[in-house]
Nanobody
Framework: QVQLVESGGGLVQAGGSLRLSCAAS????????MGWSRQAPGKEREFGAG????????EYADSVKGRFTISRDNAKNTVYLQMNNLKPEDTAVYYC????????????????WGQGTQVTVSK
C-alpha cells in the first residue's frame, strides 16, 4: 500500500519560512519523480514544484520560482519543499505527488497523492 504523508504545514506571517516534508512508503521511491501541488480556497489545484528521480532536474511554477526549493533524499524516501519569503497568496493545501514521468507531476496526473497539509500565510 502506497502512502505519501506530508508534514510541516502551519500558520506563518508573510515573509516567513516553512519546510514541508513528504515521507513515502510502499513504493520504490528512487524511480518516481516527485512534486508538490497546491490548492488555494476557491481555486483549482495547481503545480508548484517537481524534482526528477535522482534530483538532477527541478522545475517550479513561476509564482514560486526563486522562493521555493524542492529537494529529495532517496535514502530516506522523503521529498522536501523549503518555502521562503512566503506571501498570503501562498495560502493553500499542499499535496505531495509521485509520478513515473516528469509530465505527470507537471500536469497533476501523478499516480499517487498525499492527503495534503495546510499552509496559511497571514499578512
Amino acid at each position: 500500500q502506497v502512502q505519501l504523508v506530508e508534514s510541516g504545514g502551519g500558520l506563518v506571517q508573510a515573509g516567513g519560512s516553512l519546510r514541508l516534508s513528504c515521507a513515502a512508503s510502499g513504493l520504490t521511491f528512487s524511480v518516481y519523480n516527485m512534486g508538490w501541488s497546491r490548492q488555494a480556497p476557491g481555486k483549482e489545484r495547481e503545480f508548484g514544484a517537481g524534482i526528477s528521480v535522482n534530483g538532477g532536474i527541478t522545475e517550479y511554477a513561476d509564482s514560486v520560482k526563486g522562493r521555493f526549493t524542492i529537494s529529495r533524499d532517496n535514502a530516506k524516501n522523503t521529498v522536501y519543499l523549503q518555502m521562503n519569503n512566503l506571501k498570503p497568496e501562498d495560502t493553500a493545501v499542499y499535496y505531495c505527488i509521485a509520478g513515473r514521468s516528469r509530465a505527470s507531476i507537471l500536469n497533476g496526473k501523478g499516480e499517487f497523492w498525499g492527503q495534503g497539509t495546510q499552509v496559511t500565510v497571514s499578512k
